[in-house]
Antibody
Framework: EVKLLESGGGLVQPGGSMRLSCAASGFTFTDFYMYWIRQPAGKAPEWLGFIRNKANGYTTEYNPSVKGRFTISRDNTQNMLYLQMNTLRAEDTATYYC????????WGQGVMVTVSS | EIVLTQSPTTMAASPGEKVTLTCRAS?????MHWYQQRSGTSPKLWIYETSKLASGVPNRFSGSGSGTSYSLTINSMETEDAATYYCQQGSSYPLTFGSGTKLEIK
């Protein structure tokens, strides 16, 4: 059974940093592109970026809205996906999801990030 | 950036009614994915590559479209179909989602 479990969310002050983690299981992690998506309360999801699979060299793509502030990485020995978020702003407040594959066929349960003083 | 416009924003349908949700893209895309999101839960892949049903999706659902116009159709509305549906394009970066259609049961 495919499972994705995010962790690491919480309250952070504006200008601060936070790292989210996503533990993956139930599939061959290195075969898949992995994605981060966020969703502010009551709004549509927003794609943040992805990291490619082994066959494509684990390279990354980002939404221009977060490029330069957010970094996606993966630990393929631990089946872990990460999202490092720097210089956080109030508008980064949202539920953050990790998801698998180009069709986002599996999503985690999400983790809340609140940016507030 | 490709903007996806969904319509209607909100609608209510009676059990057994045929429902069509639309998604229009600001530029041509090769395919569309659709996601269902019930309140308080994560989005779920519902239809991928325009017309393919995700695993477990009832066959009363169908998807169609091309270019800049796509649709999701429910042949006969059921109570469990009440949810918000989002379209998403993967043809160009940044990947984008529509603003959603909230479908309610009458």
């Amino acid at each position: 059974e495919v499972k994705l479990l995010e962790s690491g969310g919480g309250l952070v002050q504006p200008g601060g940093s936070m790292r989210l983690s996503c533990a993956a299981s139930g599939f061959t992690f290195t075969d898949f592109y992995m994605y981060w998506i966020r969703q502010p309360a009551g709004k549509a999801p927003e794609w943040l970026g992805f990291i490619r699979n082994k066959a494509n060299g684990y390279t990354t793509e980002y939404n221009p809205s977060v490029k330069g502030r957010f970094t996606i990485s993966r630990d393929n020995t631990q089946n872990m996906l990460y999202l490092q978020m720097n210089t956080l702003r109030a508008e980064d407040t949202a539920t953050y999801y990790c998801a698998r594959s180009w069709a986002l066929d599996y999503w985690g349960q999400g983790v809340m990030v609140t940016v507030s003083s | 950036e490709i903007v996806l416009t969904q319509s209607p924003t909100t609608m209510a349908a009676s059990p057994g009614e045929k429902v069509t949700l639309t998604c229009r893209a600001s530029s041509s895309v090769s395919y569309m994915h659709w996601y269902q999101q019930r309140s308080g839960t994560s989005p779920k892949l519902w239809i991928y590559e325009t017309s393919k049903l995700a695993s477990g999706v009832p066959n009363r659902f169908s998807g169609s479209g091309s270019g800049t116009s796509y649709s999701l159709t429910i042949n006969s509305m059921e109570t469990e179909d009440a949810a918000t549906y989002y379209c998403q394009q993967g043809s160009s970066y940044p990947l984008t989602f529509g603003s959603g259609t909230k479908l309610e049961i009458k």
